[in-house]
């Protein structure tokens, strides 16, 4: 649990730019020192002042006026355009979206292998039951940006394998202003919100901000809306500062997952199992502070979370329906010593720090039978208090135009476990890990760098795995939890090589990696049912790319932007892994058969092409352009890891964006899927419990929706 304080900021990108330039070294034009310093908990794994400094990593930024420009409508959303990043549909609707990056996954499906850290201003937002994400209950409307770290977070704690991802969030900055909003679209779709902030007489500086949203759906019966209110508070100098967060939100989402593709292809907006739901709430608060400590500088973060989740899972009849409920409770906290001294030839700075997190799961599963009047089992009741501890050391040496940086994070994580049920299935899981990294930076000339760096990272298994690895004790699906074996943690190890080219209005990035994962965990099928199983470690993968980006900015009224990113994910050990295809008893034994995976056998779910490309174009008048084209290429399906039936095809998206600003107020219209493709994104494999027929069960592309955004500003912000 890791909460990294830089005491820096980053200087406000142009309002146009719906992609910001990657950032593989500081690059002076954009990164200044605020004459307040803006105390944020940024995911920059750095012992030096600015982002981009210390130990080298392909950074990228989302801005604040980039999300307010497209108006997505999850993380998962802001960032597609991103290099390498992909998304998919897993649960069957557009609040539940699945992210991608670099072959490496993070969501709100639960049992899906993590390995991506998401963050709120610093504060971990991964479930402590699975590791999950709900993106659905982040406050991406109040948000100042985003930051991207792609490859090893060796130094930001578990599940970070391939990178993290941090909201940064708005603050306060001047004289009171406000600012509201009203859209509405497509498919019942209306939303609301509303901000005020500033900085009183006192040097306090506020924001207080709220929003709703609400959505019918264009798949039958897939209706959700969302709440949320957000508080920061604070006061921040140059030598000492404090500031207060608070944050709460809950969600209700009915989800419609995949469908065969006999029903597909004629009505890709049919809910096959209808009553799917997921109820989710969250509340957190946060303190944090800094203060100078003679040359240097030390800090601190606290925090609590509290999240409650009741999902409901329709099965195909006769099997019983499931019904999950998890209340997860954290309180943690970071600290945080940094010094710098200046040399004749450059500087040395060093950072060294301390960070811990208590944990409280409590998980209950009930099956209930799908004919009236129902009737529920409890199946499942365990608890488990779980807490981690870590240190951190971080070191930069900067001799003229070269930087050597290194760093060490050590992390001992506990994991008991009791179930209510069977008080002698209890047991405990002690996981321990020293996670290095390393790496050298060089400004090579005028507007041109490089880096080369090599680092491990790894995370624990999660709860939900460690409860369901037993292979004599196959869990169903959804999972009944027990006591089992331990698994090892999953390691991996990244190589990295890029650099930066500043020519004129060109910012061209480019790096190419290979991460190679030991001790990988997934689900591998039970040989006495088809739809039960265990997890269990598989051995070696591998992840390994290249990845190419191009910024234009010719002007503050035109931005342009272009990405390639070829990613190959493998196996390198075989394996058995779970597929209803290994059971051949299905009518259509076409698609029926073993899934033993190979060395060289692709991952399922992960693009190996990818390109995007887009801009934006502001006119004297207040007109405002935009267009973002993405295409995805061809894909595994998800229980076809041995590479043996056809993939998803490749597919293409394109949105548009207009709007007028005048004075006061600004009016848009976001146009998604402008050609209104249905092309699957998502593909596994089920029985059509109607025909007894295997299938290939897939998920279309959400279909072509518009939203018109009415936004007025008040105050200092209509000046």
Not at 25 to 42: C, G, H, M, P, Q
Not at 54 to 79: F, K, N, Q
Not at 601 to 615: S, T
Request: glycine share 10%; hydrophobic share 35%.
């Amino acid at each position: 649990m890791s909460c990294w304080l830089i005491l820096a900021g980053i200087a406000a990108p142009a309002l146009l730019s719906a992609q910001q330039p990657d950032t593989a070294k500081t690059d002076t034009a954009r990164v200044t020192t605020l004459k307040t310093i803006e105390v944020t908990n940024s995911i920059a794994p750095t012992a030096g002042p600015a982002i981009g400094s210390g130990i080298p990593a392909r950074i990228s930024t989302v801005s604040g006026a980039a999300i307010e420009a497209w108006e997505p409508r999850l993380l998962a959303d802001a960032l597609g355009s991103q290099t390498g990043i992909s998304l998919y549909d897993d649960l069957g609707s557009p609040f539940k979206l699945n992210l991608s990056s670099r072959g490496f996954n993070v969501g709100p499906v639960v049992g899906l292998p993590p390995g991506i850290s998401v963050f709120l201003d610093g504060v971990r937002q991964n479930e402590p039951d699975a590791a999950e994400v709900n993106f659905d209950l982040l406050p991406m409307e109040h948000v100042q940006r985003v930051e991207l770290l792609s490859g090893s977070g060796s130094l930001l704690g578990s599940n970070s394998l391939g990178g993290a991802i941090n909201l940064i969030t708005r603050r306060g900055t001047g004289p009171l202003e406000a600012e509201a909003e009203l859209s509405g679209g497509s498919y019942g779709s209306y939303s609301g919100e509303a901000s005020v902030d500033g900085v009183s007489h006192g040097g306090w500086d506020y924001y207080l901000a709220g929003g709703y949203e609400n959505e019918d759906g264009w798949r039958e019966a897939t209706g959700a809306d969302n709440l949320n209110g957000f508080l920061n508070l604070g006061r921040r100098g140059p030598a000492h500062g404090i500031s207060l967060q608070a944050f709460g939100a809950e969600s209700n989402a009915e989800t419609a997952g995949s469908l065969p593709e006999s029903i597909f292809s004629t009505s890709p907006s049919t809910n096959f199992t209808i009553g799917d739901f997921d109820d989710l709430n969250q509340l957190q608060a946060s303190m944090n502070g800094y203060t100078t400590l003679g040359s240097s500088r030390g800090s601190f973060t606290a925090y609590v979370r509290r999240s409650h989740s009741e999902r409901f899972n329709v099965n195909q009849a006769p099997d019983n329906n499931v019904r999950s409920f998890t209340n997860n409770r954290t309180l943690g906290g970071n600290l945080d010593w940094r010094w710098t001294r200046p040399r004749s030839n450059g500087s040395f700075s060093l950072r060294l720090g301390a960070d811990g997190a208590a944990n409280r799961v409590h998980i209950e599963l009930l099956e209930e039978t799908p004919v009236v009047p129902t009737t529920s089992t409890l199946t499942t009741d365990v608890h488990s208090p779980s807490y981690d501890v870590a240190g951190y050391a971080l070191a930069d040496l900067r001799l003229d135009q070269v930087t050597f940086s290194g760093g060490l994070r050590y992390d001992y994580i506990h994991i008991p476990f009791s179930n209510a049920l069977d008080p002698s299935s209890d047991t405990t899981n002690t996981f321990t890990r020293l996670s290095p990294r390393g790496g050298i930076s060089w400004e090579v000339g005028p507007g041109a760098s490089a880096y080369m760096s090599i680092g491990q990272s790894f995370r624990a298994p999660a709860i939900l795995e460690l409860a369901c690895a037993d292979e004599t004790a196959a869990c169903p699906l959804p999972f009944a939890l027990g006591d089992d074996p331990p698994l090892d943690p999953v390691v991996g190890t990244t190589f990295e090589v890029g650099g930066q080219l500043v020519r004129g209005p060109a910012i061209i990035n480019a790096s190419v990696y290979r991460t190679n994962v030991k001790d990988d965990i997934s689900f591998i099928q039970s040989e006495s049912a088809i739809f039960e199983g265990f997890f269990s470690n598989i051995g070696s993968t591998r992840r390994e790319g290249f990845e190419l980006s191009v910024q234009l900015v010719p002007s503050e009224r035109l931005s342009l932007y272009a990405n390639y990113a070829y990613t190959r994910a493998t196996f390198r050990d075989p394996a058995e892994i779970f597929s209803v295809r290994a059971d051949s008893a299905f009518v259509g034994a076409p698609l029926a058969g073993p899934n033993d995976v190979s060395i060289g056998d692709q991952l399922p779910l992960v693009p190996n092409h990818q390109l995007k490309f887009g801009g934006m174009v502001a006119l004297p008048v207040g007109l405002q352009f935009g267009a973002d084209a993405r295409y995805t290429g061809s894909q595994w399906l998800r229980g076809d890891e041995a590479n043996e039936t056809t993939p998803l095809g490749g597919y293409f998206e394109g949105n548009l964006r207009a709007g007028f600003s005048r004075a006061r107020w600004e009016i848009s219209a976001v146009i998604s899927n402008v050609l209104n493709s249905h092309r699957p994104i998502f593909g596994t494999f089920n029985e059509n419990r109607q025909t007894g027929a295997l299938e290939r069960f897939l998920t279309p592309l959400n279909a072509r929706s518009i939203k018109i955004i009415v936004r007025r500003a008040f105050g200092a912000t209509s000046d």
